[in-house]
C-alpha cells in the first residue's frame, strides 16, 4: 500500500518509481504545472496527494486548510519546499529571503519589509518628496567601492522607466506588436536600476542580457526535487573546500554594515538622551531607521482614468479604483505565480481536520480556486474587473497572485505601482485594440513561473 493510502488520503494514480508524479506535468505541453492540478482536482477532489520524486506533496483547494496552513497555524508552516541545490534554507548564509526559513527568513523579512509599507513608499517620494533611498546594506558599501552612486528615488526610477518605455512605443504606435517584450524590459529595467547599480535605462540594449530559451532548461530544473538529498550535501561538502574571495567579501561587508546601523542607533540615543533633535537623515542608515517606526494613513478618493499631469504622484495613483481593479483581476483570471503557493510543515498538527506530518507540503490548487463559480460566481472564467468596484467579497484564501499570511510576497505593492504607472502613460497616449492575431486565449508556457509566449495589441494614437 502507497503511503498516501495509508495516510487515508487520495492519491494521483500514475506514480513513477523515479519522478513520482512530475512525468504527467511535463508530458502535457499544452498545460503548465499549476493548470494541471486543475485536471487532478476535477477527478479526485478537493484535497489528494501527490509525489515529486520522494517528496510527498497535498494539493487542496479547500479553504479551511489553506487558512490554517498559510495563516492560523503559520509557525507550522513556515518554510517553502527547497530545490535541493538551494541547500538548508536555515544553515546556508547564501539563502535568500525566499526561500530561507525560521528565524533567518523573520529576520530578514524584517529588514526589508520597512522599504515596502504603504507609508513609505507614499512619503519617501516615490513621488516628488524629498527622497527615498531604497537600497540594501551591502548595495550601499558596494556602491562607494565602485564609486556608484549610492542613493535611488524609487518614483524617478519606476516613472522615469516607464516614460522610456513609451517612447520605443512611440516608434510602433498603430501597428501589431507582441507588448509582452515591452513589459518584460520594463519591469527587468527598473530591477536593474533599483537594485544592481544601472544608472540609466537600458531596455533592448543592455550588454548584461542575452537571449537564452529556457523553455527547456526550467523544467530541467524542476526535476532537481528528484535527485537524492545525500548527492547534493556531497556537492556542497565539496564546493565548501573551494574558496571563494567574492563571497567572503561579500559576508565581510554584511558584518561591517550591521555594527555600521548598530553605532548609528546608539548615536541616536545618545543625542536623544542629551536633548539633541532628530535632524534629516543624512544616509541609507537614518532612512532604514526611520521607515522602521514612521507609519501613516492610506488615502483615497475618486478615480480619474487619464491623469492630465505631467508626472503621476502617488495619490493619483490611489484614485485610480478602476486600473487596480483590471489589475486584480488580471491576476484573478491568471495566477501566473501560483507555484509558490506552497508551504512545508515543520511541525506534525492538524489543519482542518486533516493529519500533516512533518516533511510533507501543502500546495493550494490557485488556478481552480480563483475560477471556481461557487466563489466567484457564473462569470468566474470571464473577465469582470468591476467585480471588484462592487466589492463582493470572496472568503479568505480564494485570492492568492500574491500568496497569502505572514509570507505574502514583499513586493506586492511595488508590482501595483509599477503596473499603474506604466498603464497610466501608455493610456494617455493609445488606445489599447485587438490585432489580427491577437487570438482568443493566451498561449502560456512556464513551469515554477507561467508567462504567455506573447501578448499580440495594437496601440492606436488617441485624437
Known sequence: MSYWKRRNIIEVEGKSLFTGHYHLFFADKEK????????????????????????????????????????????????????????????????HMF??????????????????????????????????????????????????????????TVEDSALEMVKLLDKVADKEINIRDYFNEYTMDIICRVSMGQTESKMFKNPYFFDVDYTSFFPMMAYCGLIPSFLIKLSFMIGAMIPNSEVDIFLKLTDKIGKAVEARIKQREDDEKRGIEKGEPSDFID??????????????????????VSSIDYDTLGRLKYLEAVFKETLRVYPLAASANARECTRTTTAAGLRIEKGESVMTDTWTLHHDKNLWGPDADEFVPERWLNKIPHPQGAYLPFGAGPRMCIGMRLAYIEEKVALCHILRKYDIAEGPNTGEELNLRGTALVHPTHVKVILKTRN
Not at 497535498?58 to 530545490?83: A, M, P, Y
Not at 531607521?289 to 501613516?296: P, Q, S
Open 287 to 308: 532612512m532604514f531607521l526611520d521607515a522602521k517606526v514612521d507609519e501613516l494613513p492610506d488615502e483615497g478618493g475618486e478615480e480619474y482614468s487619464r491623469a492630465n
Open 99 to 156: 526561500f530561507a526559513r525560521g528565524a533567518r527568513w523573520k529576520r530578514l523579512r524584517a529588514l526589508a519589509s520597512p522599504a515596502f509599507t504603504n507609508a513609505n513608499l507614499k512619503k519617501v517620494g516615490l513621488w516628488g518628496n524629498r527622497y527615498f533611498y531604497i537600497l540594501n546594506e551591502v548595495f550601499y558599501k558596494l556602491c562607494q567601492i565602485n564609486e556608484l552612486p549610492s542613493t535611488i528615488q524609487i518614483h524617478e
Open 32 to 95: 503548465t504545472f499549476t493548470r494541471k492540478l486543475g485536471d487532478f482536482t476535477k477527478s479526485y477532489g478537493k484535497t489528494y496527494g501527490i509525489y515529486q520524486g520522494l517528496n510527498k506533496i497535498i494539493v487542496t483547494n479547500d479553504l479551511d486548510i489553506i487558512s490554517e496552513v498559510f495563516v492560523k497555524q503559520f509557525e507550522n508552516f513556515h518554510g517553502r519546499q527547497v530545490n535541493p541545490f538551494v541547500g538548508d534554507p536555515e544553515k546556508e548564509k547564501m539563502v
